[in-house]
Nanobody, 136 residues
Framework: QVQLVESGGGLVQAGGSLRLSCTVS????????MGWFRQAPGKERDFVAA???????????YYADSVKGRFTISRDNAKNMVSLQMNSLKPEDTAVYYC??????????????????????????WGQGTQVTVSL
């Protein structure tokens, strides 16, 4: 059984930073696509970032426009972990952040995968979520 455990959420002032981590157990995820989504109060869950297998030594990364240049997704396959470094946080980043994984990787070029990695229905397993609150 695949389990994801997120950590690193909390309360931070605007302009500050947080680093979220997601540890995966129950499978070896080196070729899995991993993503982060978030759900703000009263809103739908939205795509934040994803990291997908591109070649034996490289991964593609994707970001929502709202977080480009501020957030960075990364993975450590030796630790079965994916992380989200969040800098220059804004109050509108306040949400529950969810880690998600897709068994295997998407095929095709970087651009051809772009429309798929942001779709929640493309992911097979999910974490419980971690709260991030950004105050003024």
């Amino acid at each position: 059984q695949v389990q994801l455990v997120e950590s690193g959420g909390g309360l931070v002032q605007a302009g500050g930073s947080l680093r979220l981590s997601c540890t995966v157990s129950g499978r070896t995820f080196s070729s899995d696509t991993m993503g982060w989504f978030r759900q703000a109060p009263g809103k739908e869950r939205d795509f934040v970032a994803a990291i997908t297998w591109a070649s034996a030594s490289a991964y593609y990364t994707y970001y929502a426009d709202s977080v480009k240049g501020r957030f960075t997704i990364s993975r450590d396959n030796a630790k079965n972990m994916v992380s989200l470094q969040m800098n220059s946080l804004k109050p509108e980043d306040t949400a529950v952040y969810y880690c998600a994984g897709r068994v295997g990787y998407f095929s095709g070029s970087y651009h051809s995968q772009q429309g798929q990695v942001s779709r929640q229905d493309q992911y097979d397993y999910w974490g419980q979520g971690t709260q991030v609150t950004v105050s003024l």
